[in-house]
T-cell receptor, first 116, second 115 residues
């Protein structure tokens, strides 16, 4: 079956602009996660959705970052007033269930965001 | 203090040798431990997870966990050039609100298997 998909694969924007990154999880997966991976680093947790609600948003770096999952499937990560430091690969992952210690998270291909 | 530490490498081994990848973590409450493989320019894919002390084997891969030493390792036997990738250690810890087993990743170790 289809894996996690993310669009766009690449996004180049100018400092101060607004961007939206989309994630389509594996069908039937109730849990969805967003991570950010900078060059030479491991993925850094941003936010976790269980169904439609954000169960843990402790990783969002500031109030410029916001994410939604209105119907419990597709999610959109929104970044306002982008800064050059926001440049990274944004990874989305999904798992069948959330809130468990041994969830296998399946990662999408990522969106490479470049802020000029 | 970094919560999950890995030697960034690169670790270079000849084909057919055993590759040993190591990871330490700082929070004793950590409950689950994962090894992900990430090829250059690709997304992470899960190799193994372990949650109890001791060894867990899956094919050529063995994960080892020592909670007392806060140490987890991955052994790759009969290493192949196709194993060349960055290996990420991830540790799961229940957040303070009890809503999420948040994964914290190390920086990863770059493994190169030479033919």
């Amino acid at each position: 079956g289809a894996g996690v998909s993310q669009t766009p694969s690449n996004k180049v924007t100018e400092k101060g602009k607004y961007v939206e990154l989309r994630c389509d999880p594996i069908s039937g997966h109730t849990a969805l996660y967003w991570y950010r991976q900078s060059l030479g680093q491991g993925p850094e947790f941003l936010i976790y959705f269980q169904g439609t609600g954000a169960a843990d948003d402790s990783g969002l770096p500031n109030d410029r970052f916001f994410a939604v999952r209105p119907e419990g499937s597709v999610s959109t990560l929104k970044i306002q007033r982008t800064e050059r430091g926001d440049s990274a690969v944004y990874l989305c992952a999904s798992s069948l269930y959330g809130g468990r210690a041994y969830n296998e998270q399946f990662f999408g291909p990522g969106t490479r965001l470049t802020v000029l | 203090q970094k919560e999950v530490e890995q030697n960034s490498g690169p670790l270079s081994v000849p084909e057919g040798a055993i590759a040993s990848l190591n990871c330490t973590y700082s929070d004793r409450g950590s409950q689950s431990f994962f090894w992900y493989r990430q090829y250059s320019g690709k997304s992470p894919e899960l190799i193994m997870f372990i949650y109890s002390n001791g060894d867990k084997e899956d094919g050529r891969f063995t994960a080892q966990l020592n909670k007392a030493s806060q140490y987890v390792s991955l052994l790759i036997r009969d290493s192949q050039p196709s194993d060349s990738a960055t290996y990420l250690c991830a540790v799961g810890l229940l957040n303070s609100g009890g809503s999420n087993y948040k994964l914290t990743f190390g920086k990863g170790t770059l493994l190169t298997v030479n033919p």
